[in-house]
């Protein structure tokens, strides 16, 4: 029989520990299979799996929760970070594809969405947006990875609407904070 997987967050690992130690405590013996999947449940708040498992699968029937969590490599997010000024512009193309990918779904959210730009439009706002010179390179990247689409004869471009992947999400939220901090200063 093929088991579904089932998203297991906890907001706080300590308070996992915690919970997990202190009803394994009260037992005598070691906790059977199902006992020990209603002591994970109830120590992230659920009354127990059956809880669990039926708020995973109103979930994943709602499309409220993808059916596993992205995961973020916060070591790549800092790495593309250091491609960033302090303001947040675009000062140097990153040298990895992984990271080029994400660098240009940053500037994916920054165009606006469900507007027609003609190609001096694309190129300008394009250009605001990195210091390297070389804003043909980036609009010509963000159609061939179907960020952005074009009419045949390039005069109309138009942002793809689609769902940011998680380490995108992270690298804006950085690099958002990184300029907060530095308007401040």
Request: charged letters at 30%; aromatic letters at 6%; hydrophobic letters at 40%.
């Amino acid at each position: 029989m093929s088991r579904t997987a089932l998203p297991f967050h906890a907001k706080d690992i300590s308070a996992l520990a915690r919970s997990l130690r202190y009803q394994l405590a009260e037992r005598e013996a070691m906790p059977g299979h199902v006992e020990l999947l209603n002591m994970l449940a109830r120590s992230i708040g659920h009354r127990n799996f059956q809880q669990l498992r039926a708020q995973a699968r109103a979930a994943q029937r709602l499309n409220t929760l993808p059916a596993e969590p992205e995961p973020v490599d916060f070591r790549r997010v800092a790495r593309l970070a250091r491609c960033y000024d302090a303001t947040g512009c675009l000062q140097r193309w990153p040298g990895k594809q992984s990271e080029r990918i994400i660098a240009l779904w940053v500037l994916w959210s920054r165009l606006p969405a469900k507007e027609d730009l003609s190609e001096p439009e694309v190129n300008m706002r394009l250009q605001a947006m990195h210091s390297f010179g070389d804003h043909a390179l980036l609009r010509r990247e963000l159609c061939d990875f179907g960020l952005m689409g074009r009419t045949r004869d390039c005069r109309t471009y138009w942002r793809v609407e689609q769902r940011m992947p998680a380490e995108a999400v992270a690298t804006l939220q950085h690099l958002k904070l990184r300029s907060e901090r530095a308007a401040k200063a």
